[in-house]
């Protein structure tokens, strides 16, 4: 029941921030454009933004701010 709600609440993410289910791409495109919206979140993440909606809105318009997370390293756990 976790993992049901688990990708619920990621789609729910996708399709309120992103829209995706508006989009209406056909053939590959709509494979490659979740690949890059997953991309896109992830990199979120990895950012350190606890929530979507302002990450977007810290990079929407800051092409550097975008190329500096997609370029950095992760950081390595402690052993």
């Given at each position: 029941?976790?993992?049901?709600?688990?990708?619920?609440?990621?789609?729910?993410?996708?399709?309120?921030?992103?829209?995706?289910?508006?989009?209406?791409?056909?053939?590959?495109?709509?494979?490659?454009?979740?690949?890059?919206?997953?991309?896109?979140?992830?990199?979120?993440?990895?950012?350190g933004f606890d929530s979507i909606r302002e990450g977007l809105q810290a990079v929407m318009h800051?092409?550097?701010?975008?190329?500096?997370?997609?370029?950095?390293?992760?950081?390595?756990?402690?052993?």
């Amino acid at each position: 029941m976790r993992e049901r709600w688990s990708i619920e609440s990621w789609h729910w993410i996708r399709d309120t921030q992103l829209h995706e289910d508006d989009h209406r791409y056909s053939g590959n495109g709509a494979g490659v454009m979740a690949a890059l919206r997953t991309a896109g979140l992830n990199l979120l993440r990895l950012a350190g933004f606890d929530s979507i909606r302002e990450g977007l809105q810290a990079v929407m318009h800051d092409i550097k701010a975008l190329l500096a997370m997609a370029t950095r390293q992760p950081r390595q756990k402690p052993a």
